[in-house]
């Protein structure tokens, strides 16, 4: 017997993660500041994302789903031991969603995602989750296989994970629009092995094509480390300031990665609540900096992170550490002006 959260549930011949744990708790946290009634556990496995949805985030009405007719007993067995009543579907996710609409879709597949989205995007009326776990094709690490299953291209950069969450976005909104549909970003992360993105969408036609004002490219340089972004509205540049030609990666989510007001509402207490405030006080920039990466350029010895992000305050950027790890930070600096601020701090 697991117990975890309010749910208690036994996991036998199914899949159960229970390093997922931390995502399911901040999935809990994030469910409770919804205005949603109704929810699809597309991908159920145990069933333990969509018991603990019913239990812990107030949805009046749950439904499972699993592809599998073992887990399907085991769902059903997992309900009556929280004494809960729900439908369970025992049906492909993506035919399923797209006879079905819910208010709240969760995407929660082994590896990637990409399968399921567009049938995701017409079925959530009004949010949609969605974790990706093939991290590899989304961040550049496996290019052809980020092409294959998010038609983006990236390569792997010192800001690789913030490209990965990028793509995931980007791929959605791609998916979302053809359906007079738009979406906007509550908040998204990276760790350990996977990406979580929730979405609150809605329908205006309007609406959706105003997104690709915030889909788009990042051009790279690979010797200097310089970045700039273009719209697909836009015409890119090829060379860098340093004579080097950029590096085209997308096309991906040029947006917001949360948003404040929704971040703001959050509980900050506990782990999940690092998370949060990581979120809250990262500064918005597309692309982030990696002190290690930096210094390694610049042949030095590494400053500590507060000390580079103080300086830069202190010369009138803006600069924050980052939802992305302990040695990245964001500035609305450029990077030559990053790697001046860095050579000079005393150490
Ligand atoms: C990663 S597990 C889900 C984990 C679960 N959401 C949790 O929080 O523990 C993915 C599940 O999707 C199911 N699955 C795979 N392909 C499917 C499909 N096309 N339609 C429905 N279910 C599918 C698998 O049987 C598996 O149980």
């Not at 205005?35 to 069933?47: F, P, T």
């Not at 993105?197 to 790279?220: D, P, Q």
Request: proline share 2%.
């Amino acid at each position: 017997m697991i117990v975890e959260g309010r749910a208690k549930i036994i996991a036998e011949g199914v899949f159960y993660n229970p390093r997922m744990k931390f995502c399911r708790d901040a999935d809990m946290e994030i469910f409770r500041h919804l205005d949603s009634k109704s929810y699809l556990d597309a991908l159920s496995a145990s069933g333990i994302r969509g018991i603990r949805a019913h239990l812990e985030a107030g949805f009046d009405r749950v439904e499972f789903n699993d592809i599998s007719s073992s887990a399907v007993k085991v769902i059903e067995r997992n309900l009556s031991l929280n004494g809960i009543e729900a439908v369970v579907h025992n049906r492909d996710a993506a035919s399923l969603m797209r006879e079905r609409s819910y208010e709240h879709v969760d995407l929660d597949p082994f590896g990637s995602p990409s399968e399921f989205i567009d049938s995701a995007c017409r079925s959530a009326k009004r949010y949609l989750s969605i974790t990706a776990t093939d991290t590899s094709a989304l961040c550049g690490s496996a290019s052809i296989s980020g092409l294959r299953k998010y038609s983006a291209f990236a390569e792997k950069t010192e800001y690789y994970h913030e490209v990965g969450l990028r793509m995931l976005i980007g791929k959605a909104v791609r998916e979302i629009t053809k359906y007079d549909r738009y979406a906007e970003v509550l908040i998204s992360w990276a760790r350990e092995h996977y990406y979580r993105v929730h979405l609150k969408t809605g329908k205006s036609s309007r609406k959706a094509g105003k997104m690709y004002e915030k889909i788009g490219y990042i051009l790279h340089c690979r010797k200097c480390r310089n970045r700039m972004t273009i719209s697909v509205f836009d015409t890119p540049e090829r060379a860098c300031v340093c004579g080097n030609e950029f590096r085209m990666y997308g096309p991906l989510w040029l947006g917001e990665l949360h948003r404040r007001d929704f971040v703001e509402r959050l509980n900050k207490e506990g782990d999940t609540g690092k998370l949060f405030s990581a979120i809250e006080n990262e500064i918005e920039t597309i692309t982030h900096y990696d002190i290690h990466e930096i210094t390694k350029i610049l042949q030095i010895s590494p400053p500590g992170l507060d000390a580079v992000i103080e300086r830069l305050r202190d010369e009138g950027y803006r600069a924050s550490r980052t939802r992305f790890g302990g040695t990245s930070f964001k500035s609305d600096a450029d990077i030559q002006t990053v790697k001046e601020i860095i050579s000079r701090i005393p150490r």
